[in-house]
């Protein structure tokens, strides 16, 4: 949660929303739309208002978070010369791009989606600026440039001006800490005008709850603004208070991310419905250490611990942790989804599969009712248990532990499962040890 | 600075989350605090006053109030807010504690999620204020023996267990709130426990960070040695090792950062909090370890070494002497099953040998010569207070102006008119008593609470009546059908030479009198009345007696006044009724020619 990626596309449009009210005596003209395939492009075409899609050249880019597009071949800008791209190119290249999956640089893979497309602005490489703002530490810090585009990114150090901002700052010492700040390289003629937008800028970035606001390059013609790129992060945890303000920007996941397994799927729609905190990543479903733990600090340490003792990271196949008083019905689903994926494979050098049964001591959460869903998925995964050679190791405390610990044991025994069970007088992660150490 | 709580430390305790508040004071128990250490709950919505809980085997009455400012009024000394309060409303809370100037010393902010922007507000205004904030998104923390914050430490089994109920030697920062226990039962495990210990909460912008808590355990000699449990992602680290590179920080320090797995995977899994990602390598939990470890803290090779860090660090500190052995106190248990009582009683005990009127026994109060009249007896039922002669005296001489007013007046006639149907004491006392209300002797709380409204505001006599046309009101205590200025009621009289003579002063008399001289100009018998000035002279008599205005307004609501009126005038009452009886008087039935009948056929509809 917390700072959370939106779609260029949704920057665009919160921009726009609030635009009259921040950048006075500045235009914006807002023509941009997000489309998923050619089609829809076409069909947005013949919409009232986007009569410029097919009356204008276009640029088309991917809209899924990723920066460095242009370095990945995925601007289309130019047919023959830059600025000649029509409609028609821009969804057949759309759908080429839905086509296929598509290898970035940094080598994240996965299937685009998502495009951003909007009118082909033609302007000279000194008409552009760079402007950002975002958190460091506990102010907020405005980055101004007279240069904008990839200049900027190389040579940083030089070109760029910070502004830090105190988080108590009023408006009038925010505008003269700007004014004092401007790049030098900024023209005279603009100067004044670079000023009243960076101090909207600013306003518009520090209301709307950004944590993250960046435009490189947005490009000043008189007063038209074009905002070229821009990249935007919103702080999620405001959202109540925003209302329509955000015009309903979703939150995607992170290019290359977005395919889950089923089972993880699973479990976070299982945790989207509940109270409680369920929480499953596979990293390795073919690792033989598998962990079932409660809480979110001690799932850190489990997994800090594996990697530590076990010396091979590949080991460890999930990483997860359920709290919050899951239901017995929640635990049972969550312990079956484990054991379900941790009896799929075969270790392939024929090594004992170790299962954690870890937590920390719990503070009201009574213990025993919690296990009472675990065993009643060992009971249904017992046998694929035994053939895959597992080893339970438990480590738990706090209210009702000692029935818990001795219902798990007992349930273990009588199916035939081999296990250890430890309270709070052993170490939390030591468990790990003597999984490792047998 | 030293330590962040005491065994006299109080707080108020915003939002009324009955659990964890009965886990304070079960610990408070325990370990033979002297007083709870919840001293109010602030629940803007609630309708009670108090809420019940236990204290050991009994229950104690915990003060609600509607906001923050008004607990702090009550509990001036109360200087740890506890706000429990949703990510919604979280940030204003703590805002209003803040601007509550010299009453909070620390505030707890629980909630997880609070917008980041109001979070960095909220901590920087803390800051400037010099007050400490735990959290957001934190259980809290504990000065064992001593304070603890809501539910931090789990069961009372647990704390125990952990040696949570006394004061160790170790100051223990976390940020996870769920590894808080489980560090607290390693310490006791390993070494002797933790002096004070603190997390400092979850989300990205925390109030007070690891080198605040650290600096100030560091100046509290209970504290010998720190374990810090560090998280990947975040800066805050440096900052402790700074000051231990600067010297700042002497005491050793046990340190590890959780989260060293992060760097096996390059992007996507989020490890732990909102605050855990790291943004630079030096943000890493192994970069963290090992800078750490370079600046002389004691960084075990990983956590599960941990606890025998712990060891060693104690071991060497017990040799050298620093550390001394402890001894274990007494505790007391805390009952296992506790009944909830259905009725409270705060006025009078027949429970011991004699049964008393708020803590003086009966026959201390009784007879003529232990000097109390039946003003002292109101005052210490009614009020819970011995009131001075003077006030005692006055009280009195309300019920004795009072007592009656001949036979016509509605309420001595509705009790006649009872007694002469056959009817008993009782009921025709009732059917009296009936009658009192906003037509009949109900000037009295009226003119109490309308001379005070305006009086409160800073009305002039002139405001005044103009405010009362507009709200079409009459006003209550002016006027009397046959007396005037020229003919006075000589029971007002009375009463203004008694006040004058004995009340250290009467503010709302005196602007009742400049009131007298506005509408008396207008017409001769709009003077103050005898209802009015008992009211008005109630409310100055408790100025005098020191009760706060939000006290007197509570009396006059309550209807404390009426009930004088009722005391008195049911002596007048009695009277009549017995007057009935003494005369054998007949069944009375009112003559046909008093009564104008204007009866019509009903419509049909």
């Known amino acids: 949660m917390a700072q959370r990626a939106i779609r260029e596309y949704d920057g665009k449009a919160i921009f726009s929303k609030h635009w009259e009210k921040y950048f006075s005596g500045f235009h914006y003209g807002f023509k941009s739309v997000l489309v998923t395939s050619g089609d829809e492009l076409r069909a947005c075409a013949q919409k009232h208002g986007f009569e410029w899609l097919k009356q204008e050249a276009l640029v088309a880019k991917p809209d899924m978070l990723f920066g460095k597009r242009g370095k990945n071949d995925l601007v289309l800008f130019r047919t023959n010369k830059p600025g000649d791209v029509t409609l028609e190119e821009a969804a057949k290249w759309i759908d080429e791009k839905i086509a296929h999956e598509t290898i970035l640089l940094t080598g994240q893979k996965g299937t685009l989606t998502h495009f951003i497309v909007e009118p082909f602005t033609p302007h000279a490489q000194d008409q552009e600026y760079y402007i950002s703002a975002t958190t460091v530490g506990e102010d907020d810090v405005l980055y101004l440039s007279a240069e904008g585009g990839m200049e900027v990114e190389e040579g940083w150090e030089e070109k760029v001006n910070e502004v830090t901002i105190p988080i108590t700052m009023d408006d009038a010492n925010i505008e003269h800490l700007i004014r004092a700040n401007v790049p030098a390289g900024i023209p005279a003629e603009n100067k004044e005008r670079f000023i009243a937008f960076a101090e909207q800028f600013y306003k518009f970035y520090r209301d709307q709850n950004f944590a993250y606001l960046e435009i490189n390059p947005i490009v000043m013609v008189g007063n038209d603004m074009h905002i070229l790129d821009l990249v935007a992060r919103l702080d999620d945890t405001a959202g109540f208070m925003m209302g329509e303000a955000w015009c309903g920007a979703e939150f995607p996941t992170a290019f290359g991310m977005e395919d889950q397994s089923p089972e993880e799927k699973a479990i976070a729609e299982a945790d989207s419905k509940s109270g409680a905190s369920l929480k499953l990543t596979i990293l390795n479903p073919m690792g033989r250490i598998w962990t079932m733990v409660a809480g979110g600090g001690a799932s850190v340490v489990y997994a800090d611990t594996i990697a530590d003792l076990s010396g091979n990271v590949a080991d460890l196949a999930n990483y997860g942790e359920y709290s919050g008083g899951p239901t017995t019905g929640e635990t049972k689903f969550y312990a079956e989804t484990v054991l379900d994926l941790m009896t799929r494979h075969k270790d392939p050098k024929g090594q004992d599969k170790i299962l954690i049964i870890g937590g920390a001591i719990a503070n009201f959460t009574d213990v025993a009712k919690t296990f009472t869903g675990i065993i009643q998925a060992f009971e249904v995964y017992a046998d694929r248990m035994k053939a895959h050679n597992t080893r339970i190791y438990v480590r738990r405390g706090g209210p009702n532990y000692e029935k818990g610990l001795k219902d798990i044991k007992e349930a273990a025994d009588r199916l035939g499962l081999y296990i250890e069970v430890y309270g709070p007088e052993t170490h939390v992660t030591d468990i790990v040890r003597m999984a490792l150490e047998k | ?605």
């Open chain 2, 1 to 605: 600075m030293g330590a962040l709580f005491t065994k006299d430390t109080q707080a108020i305790f915003w939002n009324n989350n009955a659990s964890a508040i009965q886990r304070m004071l079960d610990y408070d128990y325990v370990i033979n605090r002297e007083k709870p250490s919840v001293a109010a709950i602030v629940a803007p919505t609630s309708g009670n006053k108090f809420e019940k809980f236990f204290y050991g085997p009994d229950e104690i009455m915990v003060p609600v109030f509607r906001n923050t400012a008004e607990a702090a009024i009550a509990f001036p000394k109360a200087d740890v807010l506890l706000n429990f309060a949703s990510f919604r409303t979280a940030y204003d809370v703590t805002m209003e504690a803040i601007e509550i100037k010299g009453q909070f010393k620390s505030i707890m902010v629980t909630a997880e999620g609070i917008p980041e922007r109001l979070a960095r507000k909220m901590n920087q205004a803390a800051r400037d204020a010099g007050v400490i904030v735990i959290g957001p998104a934190t259980v809290g923390g504990i000065a064992p023996g001593a304070f603890k914050i809501a539910n931090v430490g789990g069961t009372i089994e647990n704390i125990i267990n952990s040696k949570l109920h006394r004061a160790g030697s170790c100051g223990l920062v976390t940020r996870s709130g769920g590894l808080f226990n489980e560090l607290s039962n390693i310490i006791s495990i390993n070494a002797d426990g933790i002096a004070e210990g603190v997390a400092i909460g979850g989300d990205r912008f925390v109030g007070s960070v690891f080198i605040d808590n650290l600096i100030r355990m560091e100046s509290n000699p209970e504290v010998k040695y720190m374990v810090l449990l560090g998280e990947v992602g975040g800066t805050e680290e440096y900052k402790v090792i700074e000051a231990v590179k600067s010297g700042l920080i002497k005491k050793p320090i046990i340190a590890w950062c959780i989260g060293t797995i992060a760097k096996h995977f390059s992007s996507g899994v989020q490890f732990g909090h909102a605050g855990a990602s790291a943004n630079a390598d030096a943000e890493t939990a192994a970069a963290k370890n090992i800078a750490m470890a370079e600046a002389g803290m004691f960084v075990p090779a990983s956590f599960n070494d941990l606890p025998k860090t712990i060891a060693e660090v104690y071991a060497k500190l017990t040799m050298e002497g620093t550390i001394k052995e402890i001894v274990e106190p007494e505790l007391r248990a805390v009952p296992k099953v506790r009944r909830k009582k259905e009725f409270i009683c705060t006025i009078s005990d027949d429970r011991g040998d004699e049964a008393t009127y708020a803590g003086y026994p009966i026959s201390s109060v009784a007879t003529p010569e232990t000097g109390f009249g039946i003003g002292d007896v109101i005052s210490l039922l009614w009020f819970k207070k011995r009131y001075p002669k003077w006030a005692t005296d006055y009280l009195e001489t309300v019920i004795k102006t009072v007592a009656d007013h001949g036979p016509a007046v509605s309420g001595a006639h509705n009790a006649k008119v009872t007694a002469r149907a056959g009817k008993d004491v009782i009921s025709s006392l009732v059917t009296g008593l009936l009658t009192i209300g906003p037509r009949f002797g109900g000037a009295i709380d009226d003119a109490a609470k309308y001379f005070k409204y305006a009086n409160d505001r800073g009305m002039s006599p002139a405001e005044f009546i103009d405010y009362m046309k507009k709200e079409g009101k009459t006003i209550s205590g002016i006027g009397h059908r046959i007396k005037s200025v020229r003919n006075p009621d000589l029971r007002v009289s009375g009463l203004k030479k008694y006040a004058a003579e004995h009340f250290p002063s009467t503010p709302l008399l005196d602007f009742a009198l400049e009131v007298e001289k506005l509408t008396t100009s207008k017409k001769d018998n709009l003077i103050l009345n005898v209802d009015g000035t008992i009211g008005i002279l109630m409310v100055d008599m408790w100025r005098a007696l020191g009760y706060s205005e939000l006290d007197i307004d509570g009396f006059i609501e309550a209807g404390a006044l009426n009930a004088f009126f009722v005391v008195g005038r049911s002596i007048g009452f009695i009277g009549h009724i017995l007057d009935e009886k003494r005369l054998g008087m007949p069944m009375y039935r009112h003559p046909t020619d008093d009564i104008l009948y204007n009866v019509e056929l009903a419509d049909e509809i």
